[in-house]
């Protein structure tokens, strides 16, 4: 992708951070039995890889690559939000 698309992104990027961390705050006082353990986990993951996702498809290669990389940013939202 060129670089004036990564500026529009940008706020995409930050949000996802800033969710990001909100996760990590939340899962540090869930509680620590085996619910809390695994379900942590899981919305850690999913949580943390929308970032992560959104950032690859800053470096995308095309645009095909980029829709795909947003796209599984959206399900790893989507996922959280299950969750």
Not at 6 to 31: C, G, M, N, W
Not at 32 to 48: E, F, I, K, S
Not at 58 to 75: P, Q, T, V
Request: glycine share 4%; hydrophobic share 40%.
């Amino acid at each position: 992708m060129s670089q004036d698309h990564s500026q529009e992104l940008e706020p995409i990027v930050d949000r996802a951070y800033r969710f990001a961390l909100r996760v990590v705050k939340l899962v540090q006082v869930t509680p620590c039995d085996v619910v809390g353990t695994v379900l942590g986990r899981q919305v850690l993951r999913a949580a943390t890889s929308v970032g992560a996702n959104a950032e690859e498809a800053i470096a995308a290669s095309s645009k095909r690559d980029f829709a795909n990389k947003m796209n599984i940013a959206l399900k790893e939202a989507r996922e959280t939000h299950y969750k």
